[in-house]
Structures are given as structure tokens and as C-alpha cells.
């Protein structure tokens, strides 16, 4: 059992979870043991594919854009990872104004991935990671860093009418000692099951007053780095958690509701699985363009030495204006213009939207379909 609803002295039940974790034997199943494998193997392979990358970090680094946007939108924010890419080119102009909800979710997957080198997967680590999390002033009201003393819900208007109410402070801190052993005590799950009951189990605890979702979707990141099973951050499951967005929240709602485990892992094994081909053939993909477009710039003649760093560059940065070409090159409006037309002219760049004159902005487009969230408007 994962806990019990048992009602409260103000009238309304609480979730009040059983000693974590459970008295749970890994099923043996032949559906199980196929997904668990699968799930491993496209975990190892993604991992000694992506070490051939030639430029491994912009592969991380868009693909950390991209989960923190995804991430970002299953809790109903709107912008897009093209946003925040024009967000950090500071193409400011007309963006939605929850990108700094990405933005952050950004800042706070790099401060992890760093933290978790020196610092235990612990409350305080998970602490920490939530204060960079809620760091834009809107969020302060839902006090980052602290876990909260008060009651939170979730969905319905009043705890009355909740489709869930987490534990109360008194038990949550109970659930929360328990959860923190269980990250860093061996025992037999293996780190992908251990990696998914972690998930779960936050969720049920819900120790933020906002946050919670996006914090437990990192935390998946960092286990599975700070286990050794990814060398580097390579692996992101928003893509998947927001294509079966209703049955996501369905599962983990059953898994505390009814104390329904296996449904939950087979999601989140088949769902590691699928993330990780997806990645195998985005790292492909990414080899591929950068060789063609090497050579393309190659027909540059004297210019090229040039266009391969503005090529470095974009890979990370893939929407710009004049001014960004000016910083990298070092050229004047007018030289980086002309940089900038030579690629035009070459497909590297497509001009985004109509607009003229000095405000123009421009996009690496060939790389953003690639990860299949670029918007031309």
C-alpha cells in the first residue's frame, strides 16, 4: 500500500502515505522484464552515441531548452522553446511573458546538474534546485526553497471538493525522511525503477506550494546522472509525459489512489525507451546537418574560416539578429550583414517573419526542425 486517505480534524481527508517504500517486489512478468530491458538499452546506447558528438554540450544544451519548455507546458505555461531561444538572444519583442518560467527551469537544470556533483540527492539538494526554480518575483509569493506549512491540493476549488490533498505538514515530513533514504540507500530496485517510484512518490508528497511537477521532472535527470547510468544529461521526458499528458497525471493519480505501482512503471519504462531512440536519432540527425553545412560553408572560399565559427555558434544559439553576428564576428553592422546574406544565400539561415530593415531577425532553421519545435512567426 501506498497510504491511506484518512479525514482530518477540519473536515476534509488527506492522503497520508505507508512507510516508502513499499513492501513492493519487482513483477517478473515478461511485459515488465521486456520493457525494463528495453528501457536500459536505449538508456546505454544513447549514452555511448551522444559521447560521439562532436559538439556534445549544444546538443545538451537544446535539449535542456527544449525540456524545460515542455516541462514548462504540462503545467499550462505557453511559450515555446523558440521563445526562450529568443529570450537568451535578447529578441524581447512580442514574447509571451511566462518565458521566464523557461528560463528558469533552465537555470535551474544547469545549477543541478552542477550541484549534484558535490551535494547528495537530499532534501536539501532538491531545496536548493526549487529556490532557482521559483526565482522569478511572481513565484516568491510561493515561498522558493521552503517546503510549505500549509495544506495544498490539487484540482477542485476547496480541499472539500480536491480530487487530491498531499499529506499534512505534521506527515509530510515523515514521508519526506523516507523519501530522501530511499534516494541514496542501495537496495534492489535497479536506478530506472528506482528512478520512477522517486517520481511518484514526490508527487504524492507535493511538498511545495507550487513547483512540485517541474521540480520532480528534474529530479529525474539528476538520479539518473548522479547513479552513473548517463554520463551526461542526455535523456529528457517531458516530450513524453506532455504527449500523454492526461494519462501521465492519470497514472500517478492511481498510483497513490489505488496503490497501482506496475501501471505507473510500465509507463515510465516504455516512456525512457522512447525518449531515448528519439534522442539516438536526434544525436543522427544533428551529425549529419553539421557535416553537409561544413561543407557548404567550405565553398566560402577566404570567408570560411568565419562562417564556421558563426556555425559553432548557432548550434547553440540558433535565432539571431545583427546585433548577435556583430558580437561573434566582431564585424561592423555592415560586415556582419554581409555575413549573414552568404549563409542566407547558402539555406544555413532563413529570415524569420517579414519584417525589414534593422529588426530583422534570422534562424538556423535546418537544426530547430530537428528538434521539432520551431514556429515560423
Keep these: 500500500m501506498i497510504g491511506n486517505n484518512i479525514r482530518q480534524s477540519a473536515g476534509y481527508s488527506a492522503f497520508i502515505p505507508a512507510k516508502f517504500p ?30 560521439l558528438l562532436p559538439d556534445l554540450d549544444f546538443f545538451i544544451f537544446m535539449y535542456v531548452r527544449k525540456e524545460a519548455a515542455l516541462s514548462s507546458n504540462i503545467e499550462g505555461t505557453k511559450a515555446t522553446m523558440t521563445d526562450s531561444i529568443e529570450a537568451d538572444a535578447k529578441l524581447t519583442y512580442g514574447l509571451p511573458e ?37 526565482a522569478d518575483p511572481g513565484d516568491r509569493k510561493n515561498t ?21 490533498v498531499p499529506p499534512p505538514v505534521s506527515q509530510m515530513y515523515k514521508s519526506l525522511d523516507d523519501f530522501e533514504k530511499f534516494l541514496w540507500k542501495k537496495d534492489c530496485f535497479t536506478p530506472v525503477i528506482k528512478t520512477a517510484l522517486a517520481h511518484a512518490q514526490f508527487e504524492t508528497i507535493h511538498p511545495f506550494l507550487d513547483g512540485n511537477g517541474r521540480t520532480g521532472r528534474l529530479l529525474t535527470t539528476f538520479y539518473l546522472c548522479k547513479e552513473g547510468v548517463l554520463e551526461r544529461p542526455v535523456l529528457y521526458l517531458s516530450a513524453y509525459l506532455k504527449k500523454h499528458r492526461e494519462l501521465y497525471f ?5 498510483y497513490h489512489a489505488k496503490s ?8 515510465f519504462l516504455e516512456g525512457v ?21 561544413i561543407e557548404k560553408i567550405h565553398t566560402l572560399g577566404q570567408s570560411s574560416q568565419i562562417g564556421l565559427k558563426v556555425l559553432k555558434n548557432l548550434f547553440k544559439l540558433p535565432i539571431i539578429d545583427v546585433n548577435q553576428m556583430c558580437e561573434w564576428t566582431g564585424y561592423t553592422r555592415q560586415g556582419a550583414y554581409k555575413v549573414i546574406d552568404k549563409l542566407l544565400g547558402l539555406g544555413l539561415l532563413e529570415q524569420k517573419g517579414e519584417h525589414k530593415g534593422y529588426g530583422r531577425k534570422f534562424v538556423y532553421k535546418n537544426y530547430l526542425d530537428i528538434f521539432a519545435d520551431y514556429k515560423n512567426s
Design 22 to 51: 513499499p513492501d513492493f517486489i519487482i513483477p517478473t512478468d515478461r511485459q515488465t522484464i521486456e520493457l525494463h530491458y528495453w528501457a536500459a538499452h536505449y538508456l546505454a546506447k544513447l549514452d555511448g552515441i551522444t559521447q
Design 98 to 134: 511566462d518565458v521566464t518560467k523557461i528560463q528558469h527551469y533552465i537555470t535551474a537544470m544547469n545549477f543541478g546538474l552542477k550541484r549534484v556533483e558535490s551535494l547528495p540527492m537530499s532534501l536539501r539538494f532538491i531545496r536548493e534546485v526549487h529556490t532557482v526554480l521559483l
Design 144 to 164: 522558493p526553497g521552503e517546503f510549505r506549512k500549509s495544506q495544498n491540493w490539487i484540482g477542485g476549488a476547496t480541499l472539500q471538493t480536491a480530487k487530491f
Design 250 to 254: 492519470d497514472l500517478l493519480h492511481n
Design 260 to 267: 497501482e505501482i506496475v501501471p505507473w512503471l510500465h509507463f
Design 273 to 293: 525507451a522512447e525518449v531515448a531512440k528519439d534522442a539516438i536519432n536526434t544525436s543522427k540527425k544533428i551529425n549529419n546537418l553539421r557535416e553537409k553545412d
